[in-house]
């Protein structure tokens, strides 16, 4: 049995008319008589009772007429969703980010706009820590990240970035440094203890500015742990600037750098080679975007 012997026989059982049914499909009536007389005998049953003026089904057709038409929707639809999911308009796509990535905003907009083109796409996204994403990306665990750039990335995956931005310095709301008018010198900070965030490169580029080797005394993880450790004064960090406008947490104050600015930014990260027609739909889209510069002024 095939489908086309169900799609035969349903336009048959509706027709009730050999020669219409045929019109219908666009064959013939004897290749019809033909092709119901094969699902008959593969049944070992009678389907319909015909005389010279009627067609009728027989109790077998009646009964088999409901699962024929429950089966070729069901082809249908497998046929459909595969389609879909060929063409990306289905699937699912798991993110993993950093939270600076949200508080740029980078995260929200890219998956606000691909879930507006694709809102068949069910996508999961979770924070993770920075530096496991890359792998997590070639293990397959996720799909997609966003992470905090510069960072290095293995051959078999890119980046694309979305946002730029600068580093600032976050002291505690009562330190003495904050009394200094204008943006700090890089060596004004040499005697610190820093609270070192997922991407360090702020706190060793201010060091070498400085000539001293930064003091760590703790590496929290996410932003809002670093936060909290200067608000307690547990010591300063060097984070980006985008948080200033996004977080408002007691105990903490930011003031600018001065110099040439300490570049940082946030970017998405994706495998070179990707199978996924949702994953790619999403990469295709995020690749056409500018990258948005959020550059504060010196004057915090």
């Known amino acids: ?6 799609r035969y026989f349903i336009a048959v059982a509706e027709e ?18 033909v092709q119901i007389q094969e699902l008959e005998h593969t049944l070992r049953a009678r389907l319909f009772t015909r005389s010279k003026r009627s067609v009728a089904l027989t109790p077998a057709g009646e009964a088999f ?3 024929a038409r429950l089966a070729l929707a069901q082809f249908e639809r497998a ?4 389609q879909r999911a060929g063409r990306g308009e289905i699937g699912r796509i798991e993110i993993g980010y950093v939270g600076s990535a949200a508080y740029s905003g980078a995260l929200q907009t890219q998956i606000q706009r691909f879930r507006a083109a694709r809102p068949d796409v069910e996508i999961v996204a979770t924070e993770q ?8 990306l070639e293990q397959g665990r996720v799909d997609i990240g966003f992470v905090r750039i510069p960072m290095q990335l293995p051959s078999a995956l890119m980046a694309h970035a979305l946002v730029h931005d600068v580093f600032c310095a976050v002291l505690p709301s009562r330190h003495a440094l904050l009394k200094v008018a204008g943006p700090l010198h890089a060596k004004a900070l040499a005697g610190e203890t820093f609270i070192v965030p997922e991407q360090p490169l702020g706190t060793y580029e201010i060091g070498r500015r400085g000539r001293f080797t930064p003091r760590i005394g703790a590496v929290p993880g996410s932003l809002i742990a670093v936060l909290t450790q200067v608000s307690v004064g547990a010591g300063v960090a060097i984070v980006p600037s985008v948080l200033k406008d996004v977080i408002d947490m007691p105990g903490v104050r930011f003031k600018p750098l001065a110099g040439k600015p300490v570049i940082s930014g946030v970017a998405g990260i994706f495998r070179r080679q990707e199978r996924s027609a949702a994953v790619s ?6 690749r056409a975007t500018a ?6 002024p010196q004057r915090l």
Do not use: N
């Not at 739909?281 to 995020?286: G, L, T, V």
């Not at 990258?291 to 504060?296: G, K, W």
């Open 281 to 286: 739909a999403f990469i295709q889209k995020m």
């Open 129 to 136: 820590p920075m530096d496991e994403l890359p792998g997590m």
């Open 79 to 82: 046929q459909s969703v595969g």
């Open 291 to 296: 990258a948005l510069s959020v550059i504060y």
């Open 16 to 33: 009730l008319h050999f020669a219409r049914a045929a019109e219908r499909l666009g064959i013939s009536a004897p290749t019809l008589t």
């Open 65 to 67: 007429l409901g699962e």
């Open 1 to 6: 049995m095939e489908l086309r012997h169900l």
